[in-house]
Structures are given as C-alpha cells and as structure tokens.
C-alpha cells in the first residue's frame, strides 16, 4: 500500500503564503506523477498542478503564476507554494500520486487525508 501525508494547511489572511508538503511512504516501486487538487463545498474537485517524476509540471489557470509545485523524489515528497492567496482558494487540498505498489503490475492512484486551506479577507 501507498500512503501519502499532507501537512502545511491553516488558516491565512488574503495576500498571504503557504506551504503544502506530502510525503510518500510504504511498498512502492516508483512514482510517477504527483499533484495537488482542492475541494471546496459546493464545487467540484479541482486540479490544481501535477509534476512528473522527471520534473515537468503543469497548473490550473485558477493558480497559475500564484502557485508553484516541486518535488524531492529522492524524499517521495511533494510542495505546494501558495502565494498571493484569496478567499476563493479556501478549500480541502488532496495530494495525489500515481504509483506502482510491489506486487502490483501497473501505476494505481493514491490519495491523501486532505488539509484544510482557509483564506480570510
């Protein structure tokens, strides 16, 4: 099994930072992708920005230029950078990673337990 933890979420005033790590761990071959996503009540979960284990990364237009995502592959973790935050980023923000487990032939999704980000005006 894979688990991943996040930790870094709380409470920030607008305008404010952040920093969002998760962190790899259990019987796993390799990574591949991993990313942040956020849900906020009433809305659907959203993709914020993912990197690949070769350190390509992609963003949500939402974040883009606000947020920035980084990996340390050799820690199997995962940042999030949040920068310049608003209210409407308030939200439970999920890692994910794409990982191939022993035993297993392919690359499975993994979640996290999500961290709450909460943004005061």
């Known amino acids: 099994q894979v688990q991943l933890v996040e930790s870094g979420g709380g409470l920030v005033q607008a305008g404010g930072s952040l920093r969002l790590s998760c962190a790899a761990s259990?019987?796993?071959?390799?990574?591949?992708?991993m990313g942040w996503y956020r849900h906020a009540p009433g809305k659907q979960r959203e993709l914020l920005a993912a990197?690949?284990?070769?350190?390509?990364?992609n963003y949500a237009e939402s974040v883009k230029g606000r947020f920035t995502i980084s990996r340390d592959n050799a820690k199997n973790t995962v940042y999030l950078q949040m920068n310049s935050l608003k209210p409407e980023d308030t939200a439970v923000y999920y890692c994910?990673?794409?990982?191939?487990?022993?035993?297993?032939?392919?690359?499975?999704?993994?979640w996290g337990q999500g961290t709450q980000v909460t943004v005061s005006s």
């Open positions: 994910n990673a794409n990982a191939r487990r022993y035993g297993s032939t392919g690359y499975y999704d993994y």
């Open positions: 259990g019987r796993f071959y390799s990574i591949n992708s």
């Open positions: 990197i690949t284990s070769g350190g390509s990364t």
